[in-house]
């Protein structure tokens, strides 16, 4: 049991400290030097790229790549961060660069602003992403999307109803035989003591 206990708080020990590195660990497809992300002109794409940075980090390049879009939150949580480089990448201003947008306007750097134009769609192409107005951006979103959910919603419900018609029918069928049966035994009994 000694053992046990031992070796259940060693792996605690051990598990614990790969936790508090990943904090510092450099994102795979980056150079890291001293707060400094550096994942510039590395051929990233939205889906390629790090996830999270080290919470220390100060500057992030990702300028030169092939960003469209960034990830929900994924500079939120980095209080020293005081630049952050985007330039050269081809921006979709669609939907999903309402988070670039907002992340954006919050910033006090006018260069990061001006350097984030719009590579498509084609009626906001050039455009400055922080300048673009949600109803700009969200004339370009995928409704269709909405339409399909609505879709499932409604074929979820219709799934529902039938299962439970399918459900009050197998219980009617049941009350309905166990009463007919009751009325055979009560039929076999009398016809027995007849």
């Not at 020293?80 to 979709?92: E, I």
């Not at 954006?104 to 455009?127: E, H, T, W, Y």
């Not at 009325?183 to 003591?193: I, K, L, N, P, V």
Request: hydrophobic share 45%.
């Amino acid at each position: 049991m000694k053992c046990v206990f031992i070796t259940l708080l060693l792996l605690i020990c051990v598990l614990g400290a790969d936790v508090g590195e990943a904090e510092v660990v450099c994102p795979q497809s980056c150079f890291c030097t001293a707060g400094v992300v550096d994942c510039s002109g590395r051929g990233l794409t939205t889906t390629t790229m790090p996830s999270s940075f080290p919470l220390s980090t100060t500057e992030i390049q990702l300028h030169d790549n092939h960003l469209t879009a960034l990830p929900p939150g994924l500079l939120d949580d980095l209080q020293a961060l005081q630049l952050v480089t985007l330039h050269g990448n081809p921006w979709a201003c669609d939907c999903a660069v309402l988070y670039l947008r907002g992340w954006l306007l919050k910033q006090k750097n006018d260069a990061l602003i001006r350097n984030v134009s719009c590579a498509f769609p084609p009626d906001l192409q050039g455009r400055l992403v922080a300048y673009l107005s949600e109803e700009e951006v969200l004339n370009s979103c995928n409704y269709w999307l909405c339409n399909l959910a609505l879709f499932s919603q409604i074929s979820l419900f219709a799934f529902i109803v039938v299962q439970a018609s399918l459900l009050a029918a197998v219980v009617y069928f049941l009350r309905r035989f166990s009463q007919l049966s009751i009325d055979a035994q009560r039929a076999a009994a009398e016809s027995f003591h007849s």
